[in-house]
């Protein structure tokens, strides 16, 4: 036992001895540490243990030319009154042990980093060490700072740190051949490409002394949470500041505003989810990286709800995400509602229960007051309380045949009753003298009603016998002229019901007679939706009652509540016949309707292509909308919205027959290339290139990527160049150089481009690559269909030319009529044309069956024989190591299923 005390006590002297001798010298002289494999851990062995992560988020990277950071790293839990800092512990061991730390990317496996540590314990390598022990084996660091290397250094640094790991692998003597430093400086090249300049982790390595006294025992090291620059685009906190709505249809498609802090694009969520005992529901918004304003704003649309049948109300949340992480910023409620089939209350209104039926004759006048009877003629205590009509305020006629109403609707004080013989209205027509003023007044009232009565009433039964012996209900409506104004409690005149309810004949009678009244606007009377009767004859698709109205004098520049003409909403229901009633009436004094935009900033024209009517669309052309006008929101084109909607035909007819501009830029600069390379859609990309759309135009967002871009290079050179400038101002002014600052440019539809096939599209190196076959992840082997290659196309193309076959023809069996006039202006028609069919998922079986039905013998050939060479190499399918080795990480499913063929 004493011989064992004896020898930790030589070992501690021994190593207070080097301890001593270490602090003397600085570490750039120490003996380089022996990289040994690691321990293998036990149950009770020792291992090393992050007790204090590093702060993940506010800590700001700095370069070289600003001086030392201002505070070290700090720890997670750090706070204004209790700092802490990374810490790390050796756990299950006593005596004594070296602790290093050492930046590594946020990547898996982890590897060094282009940035340094730099503090008090650190050496020129970036790399910090502290001895712990030997009862206290926790290393604390708390004045680590981290320096910042700009990309154009990225490669020299590298390459310096990848040879000293080798180094140690090696011995510090060893000499590297030309071709082992070739290697290196290749991996520093893919490593520099890979890594984010903008995130770093904290990797510890603690070694334990050998029996020389040697630190070469590794552990295996402790990799940190990661560590984000605050001035990068991912290291704000996730926070939703404004929403311009909170609640939207169950059935989703909603557009919402969303202001935010700074955030990524090509990184960024927003998630929509509902937490129950079930296991929850979630979804996310649909925006592509062109709705992303500035990092600050976002417009998304809303996702459908998992359950569209809801009688009532549903709360959910939403939140922001990283893709990369799990970063989540607080939730915010959000409501999805029923969703509201009867938009304009047309079928409301039609289910309206009508009147109970009534006899207005129920007894002898005067009889018994039972059931239904009344005591007199003009009302009492029986049904109705006037004689058995009822009264409705709504319906207020101006006067009251029975005369207990008067002119103006309001009520008399008393009824007076009607003289039933001659002699008697003789008597009742002569007001007796004497009396109270008063009772002089009324009673002179009520013979006047009681005579407006009696005219009324035999004025009706006229009518009655009349249209009893013609059938002409005209008759009938004549005697009820000043009642075609009267509206119920939704505002609807008898004209709106009678269309509502689709009446074609009584709204002509009802129009017939409206038109013989002078001075009269009945016909554009709104109701409460700001509806005239030509919005609801719209609406409801009768064109015969369009017409009608039309030529009786409607007038079809008025708008509903949201701004919208008879002319929007015809664009807007798709509905052809409609619209050519309209257009056959608006002449040349309604040419402005064309191109008037909506309370939405939408003109006709642009509700016509989110409904995908292609007639439609032409005829508004023909009418005189602009195809090149911009809707007032954010300056989408009629192209613009096709290339959103995805809507193919409705694009390609824009651009061949109306000829729509591919270069039209939106408010922010974006063309419909770049819509569609956002979008990833390789058959919308290869139409608008072949229609003449310029890659090389840029958009006003400026270019953020991922990793330090030439964002942090400007920084860093603006750095410098003030420094220097500062320093030849204070020697020789006179010798300051003019250095404008150059203005950061904005994104190109490569930079949007979310799968390799738009890339192989936009850009021009790639394309002059030759094309390989992509090979597919493993359980998608079996799913991958045969393909052209660019020389089995090149031939198909040549046996195409010597039969001469009809481009038209060959559009045609393909199901590609609508690109034939595209691409026939093109130097290689039948070229670009079997690449855009490729690219837009064809079948080879088609194409096959397209050139049996044309007699080409000789391409069906060479087509089989292209099928049985892919399915014999299907089994041994190889990935290139350069253009089409890899997918874009956030392609989608889809894309990656589909074969990358690059453009000749």
């Given at each position: 036992?004493?011989?064992?005390?004896?020898?930790?006590?030589n070992?501690?002297?021994?190593?207070?001895?080097?301890?001593?001798f270490?602090?003397?010298?600085?570490?750039?002289?120490?003996?380089?540490?022996?990289?040994?494999?690691?321990?293998?851990?036990?149950?009770?062995?020792?291992?090393?243990q992050?007790?204090?992560?590093?702060?993940?988020?506010?800590?700001?990277?700095?370069?070289?030319?600003?001086?030392?950071?201002?505070?070290?790293?700090?720890?997670?839990?750090?706070?204004?009154?209790?700092?802490?800092?990374?810490?790390?512990?050796?756990?299950?061991?006593?005596?004594?042990?070296?602790?290093?730390?050492?930046?590594?990317?946020?990547?898996?496996?982890?590897?060094?980093?282009?940035?340094?540590?730099?503090?008090?314990?650190?050496?020129?390598?970036?790399?910090?060490?502290?001895?712990?022990?030997?009862?206290?084996?926790?290393?604390?660091?708390?004045?680590?700072?981290?320096?910042?290397?700009?990309?154009?250094?990225?490669?020299?640094?590298?390459?310096?740190?990848?040879?000293?790991?080798?180094?140690?692998?090696?011995?510090?003597?060893?000499?590297?051949?030309?071709?082992?430093?070739?290697?290196?400086?290749?991996?520093?090249?893919?490593?520099?490409?890979?890594?984010?300049?903008?995130?770093?982790?904290?990797?510890?390595?603690a070694?334990?002394?050998?029996?020389?006294?040697?630190?070469?025992?590794?552990?295996?090291?402790?990799?940190?949470?990661?560590?984000?620059?605050?001035?990068?685009?991912?290291?704000?906190?996730?926070?939703?500041?404004?929403?311009?709505?909170?609640?939207?249809?169950?059935?989703?498609?909603?557009?919402?505003?969303?202001?935010?802090?700074?955030?990524?694009?090509?990184?960024?969520?927003?998630?929509?989810?509902?937490?129950?005992?079930?296991?929850?529901?979630?979804?996310?918004?649909?925006?592509?990286?062109?709705?992303?304003?500035?990092?600050?704003?976002?417009?998304?649309?809303?996702?459908?709800?998992?359950?569209?049948?809801?009688?009532?109300?549903?709360?959910?949340?939403?939140?922001?995400?990283?893709?990369?992480?799990?970063?989540?910023?607080?939730?915010?409620?959000?409501?999805?509602?029923?969703?509201?089939?009867?938009k304009?209350?047309?079928?409301?209104?039609k289910?309206?229960?009508?009147?109970?039926?009534?006899?207005?004759?129920?007894?002898?006048?005067?009889?018994?007051?039972?059931?239904?009877?009344?005591?007199?003629?003009?009302?009492?205590?029986?049904r109705?309380?006037?004689?058995?009509?009822?009264?409705?305020?709504?319906?207020?006629?101006?006067?009251?045949?029975?005369?207990?109403?008067?002119?103006?609707?309001?009520?008399?004080?008393?009824?007076?009753?009607?003289?039933?013989?001659?002699?008697?209205?003789?008597?009742?027509?002569?007001?007796?003298?004497?009396?109270?003023?008063?009772?002089?007044?009324?009673?002179?009232?009520?013979?006047?009603?009681?005579?407006?009565?009696?005219?009324?009433?035999?004025?009706?039964?006229?009518?009655l016998?009349?249209?009893?012996?013609?059938?002409?209900?005209?008759?009938?409506?004549?005697?009820?002229?000043?009642?075609?104004?009267?509206?119920?409690?939704?505002?609807?005149?008898?004209?709106?019901?009678?269309?509502?309810?689709?009446?074609?004949?009584?709204?002509?009678?009802?129009?017939?007679?409206i038109?013989?009244?002078?001075?009269?606007?009945?016909?554009?009377?709104?109701?409460?939706?700001?509806?005239?009767?030509?919005?609801l004859?719209?609406?409801?698709?009768?064109?015969?009652?369009?017409?009608?109205?039309?030529?009786?004098?409607?007038?079809?520049?008025?708008?509903?509540?949201?701004?919208?003409?008879?002319?929007?909403?015809?664009?807007?229901?798709?509905?052809?016949?409609?619209l050519?009633?309209?257009?056959?009436?608006?002449?040349?004094?309604?040419?402005?309707?064309?191109?008037?935009?909506?309370?939405?900033?939408?003109h006709?024209?642009?509700?016509?292509?989110?409904?995908?009517?292609?007639?439609?669309?032409?005829?508004?052309?023909?009418?005189?909308?602009?195809?090149?006008?911009?809707?007032?929101?954010?300056?989408?084109?009629?192209?613009?919205?096709?290339?959103?909607?995805n809507?193919?035909?409705?694009?390609?007819?824009?651009?061949?027959?109306?000829?729509?501009?591919?270069?039209?830029?939106?408010?922010?600069?974006?063309?419909?290339?770049?819509?569609?390379?956002?979008?990833?859609?390789?058959?919308?990309?290869s139409?608008?290139?072949?229609?003449?759309?310029?890659?090389?135009?840029e958009?006003?967002?400026?270019?953020?990527?991922?990793?330090?871009?030439?964002?942090?290079?400007?920084?860093?050179?603006?750095?410098?160049?003030?420094?220097?400038?500062?320093?030849?101002?204070?020697?020789?002014?006179?010798?300051?150089?003019?250095?404008?600052?150059?203005?950061?440019?904005?994104?190109?539809?490569?930079d949007?481009?979310?799968?390799?096939?738009?890339?192989?599209?936009?850009?021009?190196?790639?394309?002059?690559?030759p094309?390989?076959?992509?090979?597919?992840?493993?359980?998608?082997?079996?799913?991958?269909?045969?393909?052209?290659?660019?020389?089995?196309?090149?031939?198909?193309?040549?046996?195409?030319?010597?039969?001469?076959?009809?481009l038209?023809?060959?559009?045609?069996?393909?199901?590609?009529?609508?690109?034939?006039?595209?691409?026939?202006?093109?130097?290689?028609?039948?070229?670009?044309?079997?690449?855009?069919?490729?690219?837009?998922?064809?079948?080879?079986?088609?194409?096959?069956?397209?050139?049996?039905?044309?007699?080409?013998?000789?391409?069906?050939?060479?087509?089989?024989?292209?099928?049985?060479?892919?399915?014999?190499?299907?089994?041994?399918?190889?990935?290139?190591?350069?253009?089409?080795?890899?997918?874009?990480?956030?392609?989608?499913?889809?894309?990656?299923?589909?074969?990358?063929?690059?453009?000749?």
């Amino acid at each position: 036992m004493s011989s064992t005390m004896s020898l930790e006590e030589n070992q501690y002297n021994i190593n207070m001895i080097e301890t001593e001798f270490m602090m003397d010298f600085p570490y750039s002289f120490m003996p380089s540490v022996k990289s040994e494999p690691y321990l293998p851990e036990t149950a009770n062995g020792p291992y090393l243990q992050i007790i204090e992560e590093p702060k993940q988020r506010g800590f700001r990277f700095r370069y070289e030319c600003e001086g030392p950071s201002h505070g070290g790293l700090p720890g997670a839990s750090s706070e204004k009154n209790k700092k802490t800092y990374p810490t790390v512990k050796v756990c299950n061991y006593m005596g004594y042990a070296r602790v290093e730390v050492q930046l590594v990317t946020h990547m898996d496996p982890p590897r060094v980093h282009a940035h340094s540590l730099v503090g008090k314990h650190c050496n020129e390598s970036g790399m910090c060490s502290m001895e712990v022990g030997p009862t206290d084996l926790t290393a604390q660091f708390n004045n680590l700072g981290i320096l910042h290397i700009t990309k154009k250094g990225v490669l020299e640094v590298l390459s310096k740190r990848l040879r000293e790991e080798k180094l140690k692998q090696k011995g510090p003597n060893y000499h590297f051949t030309d071709a082992e430093e070739q290697e290196i400086l290749k991996e520093a090249k893919e490593l520099g490409n890979k890594m984010d300049l903008n995130v770093v982790r904290l990797k510890f390595t603690a070694y334990l002394p050998d029996g020389d006294g040697d630190y070469t025992r590794a552990l295996k090291p402790a990799i940190s949470k990661p560590i984000y620059d605050s001035k990068s685009p991912n290291a704000s906190n996730l926070k939703i500041s404004r929403m311009d709505k909170t609640c939207g249809s169950v059935l989703g498609g909603d557009e919402i505003f969303l202001l935010c802090d700074k955030v990524q694009k090509d990184d960024i969520d927003i998630r929509f989810f509902e937490e129950d005992k079930e296991g929850g529901w979630e979804d996310f918004g649909d925006f592509s990286p062109t709705d992303v304003h500035k990092q600050y704003a976002i417009v998304f649309k809303t996702p459908k709800y998992h359950t569209p049948d809801i009688e009532r109300p549903v709360t959910v949340f939403l939140q922001l995400k990283r893709r990369k992480g799990s970063d989540c910023s607080e939730p915010k409620q959000f409501t999805y509602v029923p969703h509201v089939q009867d938009k304009e209350e047309v079928q409301r209104k039609k289910k309206k229960p009508l009147p109970h039926s009534f006899d207005p004759w129920n007894g002898p006048p005067g009889g018994a007051a039972g059931t239904g009877r009344g005591p007199g003629n003009f009302g009492g205590s029986g049904r109705g309380g006037n004689g058995g009509f009822p009264f409705n305020p709504q319906l207020d006629m101006g006067f009251s045949t029975m005369g207990t109403f008067m002119g103006n609707g309001t009520r008399m004080a008393a009824s007076v009753p009607a003289p039933s013989t001659p002699a008697d209205r003789q008597e009742g027509s002569r007001v007796p003298p004497g009396g109270p003023p008063l009772q002089q007044q009324l009673l002179q009232i009520a013979s006047m009603l009681q005579n407006r009565a009696t005219q009324t009433a035999r004025r009706t039964a006229r009518a009655l016998l009349d249209y009893c012996s013609t059938g002409d209900v005209c008759l009938l409506l004549a005697v009820q002229r000043q009642l075609y104004s009267v509206q119920d409690e939704n505002g609807d005149t008898p004209l709106h019901l009678a269309i509502i309810h689709q009446q074609p004949a009584v709204v002509q009678q009802l129009v017939y007679m409206i038109s013989t009244i002078p001075q009269q606007q009945i016909l554009n009377i709104r109701n409460h939706m700001s509806q005239t009767p030509l919005h609801l004859a719209v609406i409801t698709k009768q064109h015969k009652v369009l017409d009608c109205l039309l030529k009786a004098g409607a007038d079809p520049t008025l708008v509903d509540r949201d701004g919208r003409s008879v002319l929007h909403l015809a664009a807007d229901i798709g509905d052809e016949f409609v619209l050519r009633v309209l257009l056959t009436h608006l002449k040349e004094n309604y040419s402005h309707l064309f191109n008037t935009a909506d309370y939405h900033g939408l003109h006709p024209l642009h509700l016509a292509v989110k409904k995908g009517g292609e007639r439609c669309l032409r005829a508004l052309v023909l009418c005189g909308a602009r195809v090149n006008a911009a809707e007032l929101k954010s300056g989408n084109t009629a192209l613009h919205i096709a290339v959103r909607e995805n809507l193919f035909k409705v694009a390609c007819m824009l651009i061949t027959e109306l000829k729509a501009d591919v270069n039209a830029s939106t408010f922010c600069g974006n063309t419909p290339l770049h819509l569609a390379a956002s979008l990833g859609s390789p058959t919308l990309c290869s139409m608008l290139v072949a229609a003449g759309a310029r890659k090389d135009l840029e958009n006003d967002e400026p270019l953020f990527l991922s990793s330090s871009d030439e964002e942090d290079d400007d920084k860093e050179d603006e750095a410098v160049e003030e420094m220097s400038m500062q320093q030849q101002i204070a020697s020789s002014p006179s010798e300051v150089p003019k250095n404008p600052r150059k203005r950061a440019g904005g994104h190109t539809p490569l930079d949007l481009a979310r799968c390799q096939k738009v890339r192989a599209i936009l850009d021009s190196r790639e394309s002059d690559r030759p094309s390989r076959e992509v090979a597919k992840p493993s359980e998608k082997q079996e799913e991958a269909k045969p393909q052209m290659d660019i020389e089995t196309l090149s031939k198909l193309c040549g046996i195409l030319s010597q039969a001469n076959v009809p481009l038209r023809q060959l559009a045609e069996k393909l199901g590609m009529l609508t690109l034939a006039d595209l691409y026939q202006e093109s130097p290689s028609p039948c070229q670009h044309l079997l690449e855009n069919y490729q690219l837009g998922g064809g079948q080879l079986e088609t194409l096959v069956e397209a050139l049996q039905s044309l007699g080409l013998n000789e391409g069906v050939k060479l087509l089989r024989q292209t099928e049985l060479r892919d399915k014999a190499q299907s089994t041994d399918a190889t990935v290139d190591s350069g253009f089409g080795s890899h997918v874009t990480e956030d392609v989608e499913e889809q894309e990656i299923q589909q074969p990358v063929m690059a453009n000749p």
